[in-house]
């Protein structure tokens, strides 16, 4: 893949740190958290730099860089151990982390400047991520510091949010695993498949998606029943 500026990279670097970071502070700095993610990305940016994912395979290699995580996420929403750690998450800084969606959708369209992910992953396109970015100080905020915001628009809130985010994973997982004929080797260049980007589907992703789940079954908890029958 081409050289990109530097400040392409910084911006995309110093994002998944805060991204890490919150979440490790809404886990109760839980150190088990922070040792699985730390070798998650060591492993993911090793197999980046060495091009693993730029070959052109069936099934395609990218599936490697989503699936485990997706795989760990539905493990946690289903066993006891789980679900502890889902309920002790603080829905206030799992909140806050949402707003690191908007730098990674400026990144995203730098990088489709530079013809490296196609004009429909950005905001130009059909990504529309970046509302939940813009939105999440606002339902921090007033959801949060304020108290002005009931637990039903909180969920409401999440639920838009995630749908927003499943619109560019599919848009997304679309573009990197199209099929491509055997007679072409490698795939044509996208960002996502080439460090430290492909952090984007491996580490960012998850981290919001979990983010989402984590706070909609706690939402969902502490609903009085009758608001759910409305």
């Not at 940016?45 to 994912?53: A, C, E």
Request: proline share 8%.
């Amino acid at each position: 893949m081409q050289t990109l500026p530097f400040y392409v990279y910084a911006i995309f670097d110093l994002t998944v740190i805060a991204a890490i970071g919150l979440f490790y502070k809404a886990a109760n700095y839980a150190k088990p958290f922070l040792i699985i993610i730390s070798l998650w990305v060591v492993f993911q940016s090793i197999l980046g730099m060495n091009d693993f994912y730029k070959v052109n395979t069936t099934p395609p290699r990218f599936l490697l860089l989503v699936l485990p995580p997706v795989l760990y996420i539905l493990t946690s929403l289903m066993v006891p151990a789980g679900k502890r750690f889902i309920d002790s998450l603080n829905i206030k800084t799992l909140t806050i982390l949402h707003t690191i969606r908007i730098p990674v959708e400026i990144v995203l369209y730098w990088l489709f400047l530079h013809s490296v992910v196609p004009k429909v992953m950005t905001f130009e396109g059909r990504n529309f991520d970046i509302l939940a970015g813009l939105s999440a100080p606002l339902v921090w905020y007033f959801g949060f510091v304020k108290g002005t915001l009931n637990k039903a628009v909180l969920l409401i809130w999440n639920l838009i949010s995630l749908g927003l985010l499943l619109n560019i994973v599919t848009i997304a997982m679309i573009t990197v695993t199209a099929k491509l004929p055997p007679s072409v080797p490698e795939r044509p260049t996208i960002a996502l498949v080439y460090f430290p980007f492909l952090l984007l589907p491996a580490c960012l992703v998850p981290l919001v998606l979990f983010s989402h789940l984590a706070a909609i079954r706690q939402l969902l908890k502490e609903l009085p029943t009758r608001s759910l029958a409305r």
